[in-house]
C-alpha cells in the first residue's frame, strides 16, 4: 500500500496555519467532538478568540483543515505519474486515497461530511460546510477527471463521457473506504486485494475493458504501490 501523505512535522509559521494543525492534531486524537473553538485554541497556545478572528467560527475552521486534507491529496496525487496505462494511473489514485483514509481516518471523515453533519453547527453560506465546492477539492478531483478523459480517449473502454466514468470509479472507491473504515471487512487478510481489486477490474471491464489487460493494470498499480520510494 502505498505510503499516505501525513500532516507536516514543521512548525507552522502563521496562526492559521498553527491553528489548523491543533485541529487536526484534535481531530486525530479525539475525534470531531473536540473541534471547538476554546479546545484547538488551546492545543495551540492561544485564546479562542483567535479562532473568531482567523476564521469566523468552527464551521470555518473546519473548512480550512478539510481544504488542508485535500492540499495532501492533491499533491500526492500529482506526484503519482502518467502513464500510458490509464487504469492502473486511476488505480494508483484510488490505492493513494485508501491509504490516506487509514492514516488520517477522523480528517478523511471532515472531508467527506460523513459524520459531521451533526456534529458541527452550520455556517450561514453553505459552500463553507460542503467540501465538493471547494477549490482544493476541485484541485484533486481534476486528478480523477483528467486521468479518466485519457482512459475514454484510448481504445481500452467503449465509455465515451470522462465525467460520469469519474463519478462512478468516485462512488465505488469511497464507498469501499467508507466501509474498510468502518470495520466491515475485517474477515479479510488483504480487503485491497480481495475486495477492492475485484471491484475495480469488475469496473473497468464494465466499461468495455479486456478482463485480461484490466487486472494486469490494477497489479501494476499495487506493484508500484508496495515499491521503496512509491
Same mark, same amino acid.
Given at each position: 500500500?502505498?505510503?499516505? &501523505?501525513?500532516?507536516?512535522? =514543521? ?9 489548523? @494543525? ?5 481531530? /486525530? %486524537? ?13 492545543? /495551540? ?18 473548512? $480550512? ?9 492533491? %499533491?500526492?496525487?500529482?506526484?503519482? &505519474? ?22 488520517? #481516518? ?6 467527506? *461530511? ?7 453547527? &452550520? /455556517?450561514? @453560506?453553505? !459552500? ?13 478531483? $481534476?486528478?480523477? =477527471?483528467?486521468?479518466? =478523459? ?24 469511497? *464507498? ?5 473504515? /468502518? ?6 487478510? !488483504? #480487503? ?5 481489486? #475485484?471491484?475495480?477490474? =469488475?469496473?473497468?471491464?464494465?466499461? *468495455?475493458?479486456? #478482463? ?10 499495487? %506493484? ?7
Amino acid at each position: 500500500m502505498a505510503e499516505a &501523505p501525513r500532516p507536516k512535522d =514543521t512548525p507552522s509559521n502563521s496562526i492559521a496555519e498553527r491553528l489548523i @494543525d491543533a485541529a487536526i492534531r484534535l481531530l /486525530a %486524537t479525539e475525534g470531531p467532538s473536540a473541534i471547538k473553538a476554546r479546545t484547538v485554541a488551546a492545543e /495551540a497556545g492561544m485564546s479562542s478568540m483567535v479562532v473568531y478572528n482567523y476564521f469566523g467560527g468552527v464551521p470555518e475552521l473546519v473548512k $480550512a483543515l478539510t481544504d488542508h486534507g485535500f492540499d495532501q491529496l492533491g %499533491t500526492a496525487f500529482a506526484e503519482l &505519474p502518467s502513464t500510458d496505462d490509464s487504469v492502473a494511473d486511476l488505480f494508483s489514485m484510488a490505492l493513494i486515497t485508501v491509504a490516506y483514509a487509514r492514516a488520517n #481516518p477522523h480528517l478523511y471523515d471532515a472531508m467527506f *461530511g460523513l459524520s459531521t453533519r451533526s456534529t458541527y453547527r &452550520p /455556517a450561514s @453560506d453553505k !459552500d463553507v460546510r460542503l467540501a465538493g465546492h471547494s477549490a482544493a477539492f476541485r484541485s484533486v478531483y $481534476a486528478h480523477i =477527471t483528467d486521468a479518466c =478523459t485519457r482512459l475514454v480517449g484510448s481504445e481500452r473502454v467503449a465509455a465515451t463521457d470522462p465525467k460520469a466514468v469519474a463519478g462512478a470509479l468516485w462512488s465505488y472507491v469511497h *464507498g469501499y473506504i467508507m466501509l474498510e473504515l /468502518a470495520n466491515h471487512f475485517d474477515e479479510f487478510d !488483504d #480487503p485491497v486485494s480481495q475486495v477492492l481489486v #475485484p471491484m475495480g477490474v =469488475t469496473f473497468c471491464v464494465g466499461l *468495455g475493458d479486456d #478482463p485480461k489487460a484490466a487486472k494486469a493494470s490494477h497489479q501494476i498499480a499495487l %506493484t508500484r504501490s508496495t515499491s521503496p520510494g512509491s
